[in-house]
Structures are given as structure tokens and as C-alpha cells.
């Protein structure tokens, strides 16, 4: 029988930060947004607790949470951050009724069939059909991938660990660039390119590439001095950025074959959406050999909606409470 619940607590737990937020259940309205550094707290139950007594919410007992890690058993451990716990061990902890843990991009993508024209921007041409499979992915702290299905009236987020297969370079300066993350990481995964500190190796990359004398700068005053247009060192990283995240989209395009639509989701991308219609992003998205034709018939966008993976969580976790 399906439960009914008109509030809950969700949140989307990333590397640096942990966002919380109440949801109305039917309206899918989120208030109380409250984010807080993810170092300020020993662990995820003691950031939960004390969101709770600050918006004065204990008395929620559904929550729903958006991880930045796989949540494949009851063990979670973060990929770039230090907490790990047992999902069962922290609902008794909390007294709570539902904690429902997911991968951060399978709420990414379960937000997708909730969003309205304001909460994203086409880039290129391409008709979305909204029975098809869907693709999503993002950078921020690291770059996530997932897809999401329609099966029997429900959607079905598929989570996978994408940005860490094998990036492959296509251009001279993107062997060089791969030939220095490989002395450093070993393996080259499209994480080490698409995400903050992949910002930063691309920086670092182009630099030796073209043999300048420049001082490292963080992700932000790189996409700054980007967006400003005060460095050209800044606006070719940007430029390779978003190269490379067309040519990631493409081949989750081609995987599933995503005719409802490939979503670029992420901190990154929507704050440098200004010099995306300039990049190649678009065009390395079809540039697919004997099926270029076949990807430029799929839509693409960037994902502006300002919270995606609390709506993600809140439209999951009314999915689940419905069934």
C-alpha cells in the first residue's frame, strides 16, 4: 500500500559540500535549503542532526539522501571525502522510518522528468523523445554519470561510475595533456579532466604544452579569469574543457542510444555556460564517425535548475513511497 507523507528531508552530499532541504511531497516544492561545508562535521549523521534542530525538523522521520559515491550495499564510503557508514546502523541511530541512499547522479537523473523550461538550455539542435532513455553528467568535485529509463509507468535511474573509464585523447595538445596525467595518475579517467582539479590539469597541461612560465590558479579563478576574458590561458582551458565533455556526452549518447536527451549537469558547466556556445562541445558531441548522423538527431543541455540533485532525491523518494 502506498504511504502517505507529506514532508521529508532530503539531501545531496557532495565532496565539499552537503546541501539539505524539506520537500513537500506533492508539489515537489523545497524550502529550508541550508548548505554546510561537509569538513565542518565528524560525520553525515552529526550534518543531519544538526540540520534538523537548526530548521527545527526533527519531527520528519523520511529522508531521502544523494551521495557522491556508489551505493551498491549498506556500507557507504565517500569517493573524495572521509565518511563512510552503515545505512541501517544510521537510520536506528536517527529514529528514522525511511533513509533511502542513492548515488548522487541517480538523483541527478530522477530530477530530469521534473524539469521546466527554465531549469535548463538546449545547446545545438535536437528533438527530445520522452519515452526514450535519458544520459546525465557533471562536474564538480568529481564528474558523474548516469542514464534513466521509462519501465511501466515508473523511471528507472541506472548509476554508474562513467567518469572513470578510459579518456581517450583526439588532438595533439590532448595526447600531451594525457601523457602528463599519466605519469602522475597512471591511469587517465575523464574525471581527471572534468571536474575542479581536472580544470586545474588542464591548466597546468596547456601551459607546459605551450611552454609558459605561469603560476598554478584554482578551478574558480580559472573559470574567472575565463569568463572575464583577462587570460587566453584561461579561456583554452575552458575551451578543452568543454571539448572534452562533448566528446564524453557523445559516447554516452551512443551507449544507450539517449533520444530523450543527453543533460550536463554539475557546478561547473552551467557557471561557464557564457563561453559554451563558442566551444566545441556540440560539435565533439557528433563527431562519431559513421554515426555523427545518428548523435545529432539527440538534444543536449545544460542543466541550470539551482538545487537538481535535492529535486532528484525528493522525486525518488516520492516514487518509492508511491509503489
Known amino acids: 500500500m502506498a504511504e502517505r507523507v507529506n514532508y521529508a528531508i532530503v539531501a545531496d552530499i557532495g565532496g565539499t559540500n552537503a546541501r539539505f532541504s524539506r520537500v513537500n511531497l506533492t508539489s515537489l516544492h523545497l524550502d529550508k535549503v541550508a548548505v554546510y561545508a561537509c569538513a565542518t562535521f565528524a560525520s553525515l549523521a552529526d550534518a543531519l542532526q544538526h540540520y534538523q534542530l537548526e530548521q527545527q525538523l526533527t519531527a520528519l522521520k523520511h529522508v531521502a539522501i544523494a551521495i557522491a559515491c556508489p551505493v551498491t550495499n549498506d556500507e557507504v564510503s565517500m569517493t573524495n571525502f572521509h565518511w563512510h557508514f552503515s545505512i541501517n546502523a544510521m537510520q536506528r541511530q536517527l529514529g528514522l522510518t525511511r ?28 528533438k527530445v523523445q520522452l519515452t526514450k532513455p535519458m544520459a546525465v553528467l557533471g562536474a564538480g568535485t568529481g564528474l558523474g554519470v548516469a542514464h534513466l529509463l521509462q519501465c511501466n509507468g515508473q523511471f528507472v535511474p541506472l548509476p554508474g ?29 575523464p574525471e581527471r579532466l572534468l571536474s575542479g582539479p581536472g580544470l586545474e590539469a588542464i591548466y597546468r597541461g596547456l601551459a607546459l604544452f605551450r611552454q609558459l612560465d605561469v603560476l598554478p590558479l584554482s578551478a574558480g579563478e580559472i573559470g574567472s579569469q575565463a569568463l ?29 542510444s539517449t533520444f530523450g536527451g543527453v543533460y550536463v549537469a554539475g557546478g561547473i558547466a552551467p557557471r561557464l555556460l557564457p563561453l559554451l556556445a563558442e566551444s566545441e562541445f556540440r560539435s565533439r558531441f557528433e563527431a562519431k ?32 513511497l508511491a509503489s
Open 99 to 126: 533513509l533511502l541512499v542513492m548515488n548522487d547522479f541517480t538523483a541527478v537523473a530522477m530530477c530530469l522528468p521534473a524539469l521546466g523550461e527554465n531549469d535548463k538550455v538546449q545547446i545545438g539542435q535536437g
Open 161 to 189: 561510475e562513467g567518469g572513470h573509464v578510459d579518456w581517450a585523447a583526439q588532438t595533439e595538445q590532448e595526447w600531451f595533456i594525457q601523457q602528463m596525467l599519466a605519469k602522475e595518475y597512471g591511469h587517465v579517467s
Open 228 to 256: 572575464a576574458g583577462s587570460s587566453d590561458l584561461a579561456k583554452a582551458t575552458v575551451a578543452q574543457f568543454f571539448a572534452s565533455l562533448g566528446s564524453i556526452a557523445g559516447d554516452l549518447a551512443l551507449t544507450l
Open 289 to 320: 564517425g559513421r554515426f555523427s548522423a545518428f548523435n545529432r538527431q539527440i538534444a543536449t543541455f545544460i542543466v541550470t535548475a539551482p538545487q537538481p540533485g535535492l529535486l532528484g532525491a525528493a522525486v525518488y523518494l516520492k516514487q518509492s
